[in-house]
């Protein structure tokens, strides 16, 4: 049996979330974001596991990265009390992926993944009319 080449992989995944991330909805670059983390996360606690501490730092460096983005759009103004919430839970988690870095520990990084999943199902779980509508209809 012949496996394909990792590189080969990793090209067809990115260049598939590209070419979905350009046709998405609004609420569905937001479901990739998510995605992102999660997989960023369980990456870098794969990597604490082998003692692989430059893949760690590199996985967790991107998963904040894409956490400053999320957090970034979140508009204060019209979410109100949700969205300060919200921005205040993806501060601490953060500052959770930090101390899993500085630590090589799992547990922050599965207190994440927790935390993130139940945003993301939360999320999953919008009701169709409220995900097409505009943003200031939506309150978001």
């Known amino acids: 049996m012949t496996y394909p080449n990792k590189r080969?992989?990793?090209s067809y995944g990115k260049v598939a979330a590209q070419s979905e991330g350009e046709y998405a909805s609004p609420h569905r670059?937001?479901?990739?974001l998510m995605e992102g983390v999660l997989d960023k996360v369980?990456?870098?606690k794969g990597c604490i596991q082998r003692q692989d501490l430059a893949g760690k730092s590199q996985q967790i460096t991107w998963a904040s990265s894409i956490l400053n983005g999320l957090r970034a759009s979140i508009d204060l103004e019209?979410?109100?009390e949700i969205a300060a919430n919200l921005d205040d839970l993806y501060s601490y988690m953060l500052q959770r992926l930090i101390d899993a870095n500085v630590e090589n520990a799992v547990e922050p990084l599965d207190e994440v993944a927790g935390l993130m999943g139940e945003i993301k199902s939360a999320w999953d779980a919008m009701p169709e009319h409220v995900r097409s509508a505009p943003a200031a209809e939506a309150g978001a």
Do not use: W
């Open 29 to 32: 670059l937001v479901q990739m």
């Open 78 to 80: 019209q979410g109100g």
């Open 8 to 10: 080969a992989l990793s």
């Open 42 to 44: 369980a990456t870098a």
